[in-house]
């Protein structure tokens, strides 16, 4: 009835981390308001992008949808300020990487079915998801590879993986679709959250044409934030579906194998573009991401991530029973991997619960 990469799909959207997702924070969290993307929604969204990069590309939309939606399913709760914290505190026993928890998530910490803990995933989304921002093996050393390195090599993939070889194409249009998306609805978010202001945006790169062109055409705000939204996704994709269509047929070999060795990501935005997205982040960073209410937030939220982390790991048996007996007789270093998989697999919600059952104070997220 399904193709591998179709079973691959529907097993990743029944996971139990993929519907957490719905609860942990993409930029504001939850109380902020129910408009702003989280990590489910945004996931959905860089699927949508993804499979309409495949689809012109004639790559396999189901392999490229797979992946979007299983690329943020090792993220913490409140986002990259959880994982700031729980890769802090993870520093003596190895350290903590949002990428190789996604991968450890799907092939041992999701336990449903009877035969096998993981989800079962074929190779080729296995590859993806670990190589969706590029090679690994032959890459610098810094924390981030060397967790995930030691990930895959703790389940025995190390050689399978060819780790020194780009993913094929389908992984790179799900990474290229995750930045297309965040770029875009993080305007529109900052913009909802009063974080930006509409004439400021129109002299920035990428968004400000756009700007320019909604001002006084559409009848309101919210349409005109839209205009501006939607447009920007258009723009991305047609730059990368160019571009790609150019660097896919400059290939010696037209396959999956020129794909692994071309020494380049081949599904990729064209220089102009390239610089155009960097100077909007450029923008994006200090004006929403560094903001001083969005980092007052983020900085009580890293304090709740490193106390539970912390309590944990010093009273295993005030985590819930399950997890309490698989910490029973462990070594610090394999207790503390665990209480960093368990705190990791949280929402924004239940960090918060959690705190409040353990701790006289709990910081304001408000």
Known sequence: ???????????????????????????????????????LTHSIEVA?????????????????????????????????????????????????????HSFRVV?????????FDGLNLTFETLEGL?????????????????????AIAAAGLTAPLKLDLYAPAEAQAAAIADDIAYNSHDVDDGL?????????????????????????RAPDAARAIYEVHRRMITVMIDDVVQTA?????????QSVEGVRHAGRTVVAFSQPMQAEVAGLQGYL?????????VMRIMRAAEGIVRDLFRRYLDAPD???????????GLAEPQRARLVADFVAGMTDRYAVDEHQRLFDATPDLR
């Open 1 to 39: 009835m399904r193709t591998p990469f179709q079973r691959d799909r529907d097993r990743i959207v029944h996971a139990t981390a993929f519907r957490r997702l719905t609860h942990k924070t993409q930029v504001f969290l939850y109380h902020e308001g129910d408009h702003f993307r989280t990590r």
């Open 48 to 100: 949508q992008i993804a499979r309409a990069i495949a689809r012109m590309l004639a790559l396999d939309e189901d392999l490229a949808e797979a992946l979007a939606l299983a690329h943020d399913l090792g993220h913490t709760p409140f986002g990259h300020a959880g994982e700031r914290a729980l890769a802090e505190v993870m520093q003596p026993w190895g350290g903590f990487d949002h990428n190789a």
């Open 107 to 115: 092939t041992q910490l999701e336990r449903k079915y009877a035969a």
């Open 130 to 150: 670990v190589k969706h921002n590029g090679p690994i093996g032959a890459a610098p050393a810094d924390d981030h590879h060397r967790i995930l390195r030691e």
């Open 192 to 216: 909802r959250a009063g974080l930006l202001k509409f004439d400021d945006l129109a002299g920035v790169p990428l968004v400000g044409r756009f700007v320019r062109e909604a001002q006084g």
């Open 245 to 253: 269509r150019g660097h896919l047929a400059a290939l010696p070999e």
């Open 285 to 293: 960073y200090p004006n929403v991401y560094r903001h001083a209410r």
């Open 318 to 328: 005030t985590m819930p029973p399950g997890w309490r007996v698989r910490a029973e």
